[in-house]
């Protein structure tokens, strides 16, 4: 099925409903949940998906599991997806919170299949034998480590959005403790119980993250001096240690090349 609403199918009798969605370049789908969980894989461009507990990056040719019912909002850069609509109690492993997963060759042309599936199609016949298939593929997927957290509390949430935003690295610990009217020492120790790391750490992996999207039309070298980067190395070895890819493996010159490498 291709560009079809999932309220248009969703009370369908199938445990897996492939839907492949072509959206205009910065479409954000605002905030919104479903009733099935969903796997949602960028056959091109990079998406960004935000809920209340964090924010997810999926670089190209990658994919995010979604819980079933969670509130979220998706900016799609550049992004044709293939989205699988998944019964809850068909995936009882499925993550309870958002995960960023490789997609390997079998699972991405599976998906490039199962898109072209009617609205009915049938469970006993290969159709049948792909959505399971599918489900196993997806099951053994490496999560992958493109995201930050959000704290739960509403000052601190909007200085980490507003930083997502618009990373800079001239950014201090003692500037957001102006903002929130406490000391550098009380703001520091708060923000690490609610976000799981220091304000600095935080920033330096904000920044990272929007290196990705950056990359779809930037060198590395680009990249890496608008981020504050002392020199290209710097950028990548902080890239790579962080994610555990180099920078370039999602710069502008690979893209489009994408489908002839394992992820």
């Known amino acids: ?86 019964e809850p109690d068909a995936v009882p492993w499925w993550p309870v919170t958002c995960t960023v997963v490789d997609v390997s060759a079998l699972l991405r042309e599976l998906l490039l299949v199962a898109v072209g599936f009617e609205i009915d199609y049938g469970l006993s016949g290969r159709e049948g034998a792909i959505a399971a298939l599918l489900l196993h593929e997806i099951a053994e997927r490496a999560p992958l480590p493109f995201h930050v957290g959000i704290p739960a509390s509403a000052d601190l949430a909007r200085l980490c959005r507003a930083y997502l935003a618009a990373p800079d690295a001239g950014v201090t610990n003692a500037a957001w403790a102006a903002r929130t009217a406490m000391s550098e020492r009380a703001f520091t120790r708060r923000f690490r119980s609610e976000a799981g790391d220091s304000p600095a750490v935080w920033r330096a992996r904000a920044r990272l993250l929007a290196a990705v999207p950056l990359l779809r039309t930037a060198s590395v070298s680009e990249v890496g001096g608008r981020l504050g980067y002392a020199s290209p190395a710097a950028f990548t070895a902080a890239f790579t240690r962080t994610f555990g890819l180099p920078p370039s493996r999602f710069a502008a010159s690979r893209q489009g090349v994408g489908r002839n490498r394992n992820s």
């Open 1 to 86: 099925m291709k560009n079809v609403p999932l309220a248009d199918v969703d009370h369908v009798d199938r445990a897996v409903l492939p839907i492949g969605t072509d959206y205009p370049p910065g479409h954000v789908l605002d905030w919104h949940e479903h009733r099935r969980a969903q796997f949602l894989y960028g056959a091109t461009g990079v998406m960004i998906v935000d809920t209340a507990e964090g924010t997810w990056t999926v670089p190209p040719e990658r994919a995010v599991l979604i819980p079933a019912a969670t509130r979220h909002r998706v900016h799609m850069l550049g992004v044709s997806t293939r989205s699988l609509y998944i």
